[in-house]
């Protein structure tokens, strides 16, 4: 699906109100304030692929504020902010960037903040929901507020990736798009985990070359029922003592951070809309072999029954 919605039609006194109903509808609500208020224009491209929103969005200078009182969303997003003309501003739970063209940052849609530019601007920004990285990344938020290079490496790839999918979404269909937005996640999470800053935190790159190892082994054996941290362990070649201290840092240990990506990978898949696929087959899919357990433990997660949350959609 592809949207387009632009100013340049309208008499000058219509365009703010109409660009805010524009954005709200595009992204959430927020409050905007025009430098040049007698002067302004917009155009925004919109496309959806899948569960992943991609968006171009050119406008003369504007300050975006997300506030408390706007935030209630059932879902909440990560967005990926890619400037192509000028310098961006973000502010965020006490933390400030500036993103220069050929970079890209993360934000979160569920936090207040302030995002501006000064100057005439055009930016790519994609809107991924919170569960879905979840289940790509282990602990996303730790890529916050860091400014990600777009112009070589993954960050390239990424970037190129992106423009090719939107350049042919209209000669792919709505299973092409839930594949490709997919990938695209995929090339997102390798452009930050590779990220020189990454590897090098922490402690460097022995910490998180068993991490990396670690997530990938979960992640092949998510199915696997018995999957534990003594296994875990086994497999990455470490003892599972060390392991546990490698989750220390974390809001979580390792079987709560398995349980947490099991929920939203199941969450995933019902919200994907497949009917063809029982709720006892995503349960089993995703290492659940009780499908009653499943059942309890996402209703305490999500406050709705598998079942609920399918018929909700």
């Known amino acids: ?78 967005l990926i902010t890619i400037p192509a003309q000028d310098q961006v ?89 839930g594949i490709l937005s997919g990938q695209l996640i995929d090339l997102l999470a390798h452009s930050m985990e590779n990220d020189d800053r990454v590897l090098m935190s922490n402690e460097a790159n022995l910490r998180n070359v068993h991490l990396c190892n670690i997530e990938a082994f979960v992640r092949e054996n998510i199915q696997r029922s018995e999957l534990s941290p003594d296994m875990i362990a086994v497999a990455c070649s470490i003892s599972t003592r060390y392991l546990h201290k490698l989750f220390k840092d974390s809001d979580q240990t390792v079987s709560q951070w398995i349980k947490e990506l099991r929920l939203q990978s199941a969450l995933n898949d019902i919200r994907a809309g497949n009917r063809h696929t029982t709720l006892a087959e995503i349960a089993y899919r995703w290492g659940f072999n009780d499908q009653a357990h499943f059942c309890r433990l996402f209703k305490s997660r999500f406050g709705r029954t598998p079942r609920e949350m399918r018929e909700a959609k």
């Not at 890209?104 to 790519?124: G, H, Q, T």
Request: proline content about 5%; charged content about 25%.
């Open 89 to 177: 501003r973000f502010s965020q739970a006490d933390h400030t960037i500036v993103c220069n063209p050929g970079a890209f940052i993360l934000e979160r849609s569920d936090l207040p903040y302030e995002f501006s530019y000064s100057k005439d601007n055009a930016l790519w920004v994609v809107r991924v929901p919170v569960s879905l990285l979840q289940t790509r990344i282990r602990q996303p938020e730790r890529f916050l507020y860091m400014e990600f290079d777009k112009s070589k490496g993954m960050g390239n790839v990424f970037f190129s990736f992106l423009r090719t999918i939107v350049q042919q979404s209209s000669y792919t269909d709505d299973a092409a798009h």
């Open 1 to 78: 699906m592809h949207n387009r919605y632009s100013t340049h039609l309208l008499p000058q006194r219509e365009r703010q109100g109409y660009w805010r109903e524009v954005i709200e509808n595009a992204y959430f609500p927020l409050e905007l304030d025009f430098r040049n208020p007698n002067e302004f224009h917009g155009h925004l491209s919109q496309w959806q692929m899948g569960r992943v929103g991609i968006s171009r969005l050119e406008s003369s200078a504007t300050c975006f504020k997300r506030v408390k009182q706007q935030i209630d969303e059932s879902e909440p997003y990560f």
